[in-house]
């Protein structure tokens, strides 16, 4: 990846473009079945592009609790795009909505001084869920009720990636019916920075001044997008990842400590004191985080099965004496990973 950023043809992106910038965003506007895509710094970024386009002040939106932009985007979908959020209960399964809800959810009583709700924001997989993942009928119906209801849909597919291996389909299964979709070249497909924005060429061209307007204009961007374009082709390894989290699973739970069982690269355990496990997990030499109340732990390319046994070791000697109840709240981290020493090209 490094090597591919040394070599990367650039341009200037800002004025006239770049090519190895244009190159990645085709790519992945195909992969996910979009007419054209922009590079993003971020996913944070992503997200509020599309939200900036799809909202406007005193306008709701919906989006199942928990979701990134609801609760680890600094509350910008509301200061920056001026819209109402309105978390929806995961009544589909964890991180899931129903089309019911979102029918239900997106219906006025008429009333001149109701919301106007315009957007529905899906993520796939659901972060503080888990990494759970939405199959691709599950998410057409749930987009078709939105679409009806004439609301927008966005998909924050930070970690979609992770949803299309664990369910076996091409990204552009999981994207039907939205609008946008925000995808990362950075956590577990290992780019350093990038993401990517795709939607209709007319969202791509006003995502284009929203995203100068955030200063996320970059010139010689081709360095950046050249380790996207090998984070792309390091996407069928996920799968490999996934396989360590559920081995990861597997040994806490023999352990004793009480495990959600991964569909993805999240492992999430139930413990009472979730600062207190973070601290412990990280004197044992194990980087783990807090979110939603549990304590959260990735796998991605930096860590090998040599890794988990001796993580699962270290965990050992830690306990799960914490454990007895769930849900005790705590700070919560943006991400964490495996602290094993190893050197890691992709952050998870
Ligand atoms: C679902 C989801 N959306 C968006 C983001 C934000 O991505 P970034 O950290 O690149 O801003 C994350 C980061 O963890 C995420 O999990």
């Excluded at 019911?100 to 869920?129: F, K, M, P, W």
């Excluded at 979110?291 to 930096?302: A, F, V």
């Excluded at 699962?312 to 020493?341: C, F, K, M, N, Y």
Aim: glycine share 12%.
């Amino acid at each position: 990846m490094r090597s591919a950023m040394a070599e990367a043809e650039t341009g200037d992106d800002v004025l006239d473009r770049d090519p190895t910038m244009r190159a990645l965003e085709e790519r992945v506007a195909g992969l996910l079945g979009a007419a054209d895509a922009l590079w993003t710094p971020t996913g944070t970024m992503a997200n509020i592009i599309a939200l900036m386009s799809h909202l406007g002040r005193g306008e709701a939106f919906l989006a199942p609790q928990g979701a990134h932009v609801l609760d680890f985007e600094l509350g910008t979908a509301a200061w920056l795009a001026g819209g109402m959020p309105r978390p929806l209960p995961h009544d589909g399964g964890p991180g899931k909505v129903t089309a019911t809800a979102v029918r239900r959810a997106a219906t006025s009583d008429g009333s001149y001084a109701a919301l106007r709700t315009v957007l529905l924001c899906l993520e796939n997989s659901h972060n503080a869920a888990g990494g759970t993942v939405t199959a691709p009928e599950e998410h057409a119906s749930v987009a078709a009720a939105a679409r009806a209801a004439r609301l927008a849909v966005h998909l924050d597919g930070a970690r979609l990636w992770n949803a299309a291996v664990a369910l076996g389909v091409p990204p552009g299964a999981l994207t039907v019916g939205a609008d946008t979709v925000s995808v990362c070249l950075s956590k577990g497909l290992g780019a350093p920075v990038g993401s990517v924005v795709a939607g209709s060429a007319e969202f791509v061209e006003q995502a284009r001044r929203l995203r100068k307007m955030l200063g996320g204009g970059v010139r010689q961007g081709g360095v950046m997008a050249a380790a996207g374009l090998v984070a792309l082709d390091n996407v069928d390894l996920l799968e490999a990842d996934h396989t360590r989290a559920t081995t990861l699973a597997t040994g806490l739970r023999e352990r004793g400590w009480r495990v959600r069982e991964p569909q993805t690269n999240i492992v999430l355990v139930d413990v009472a004191d979730v600062a207190g496990t973070v601290a412990a997990f990280a004197e044992a030499g194990v980087k783990a985080s807090a979110i939603g109340g549990k304590l959260r732990l990735m796998t991605h390319s930096g860590i090998t099965d040599a890794h988990i046994e001796a993580a699962l070791g270290r965990i050992g000697e830690v306990g799960p004496s914490s454990t007895a109840v769930a849900g005790a709240s705590s700070h919560t981290q943006p991400e964490s990973r495996l602290q094993t020493g190893a050197d890691r090209e992709r952050s998870a």
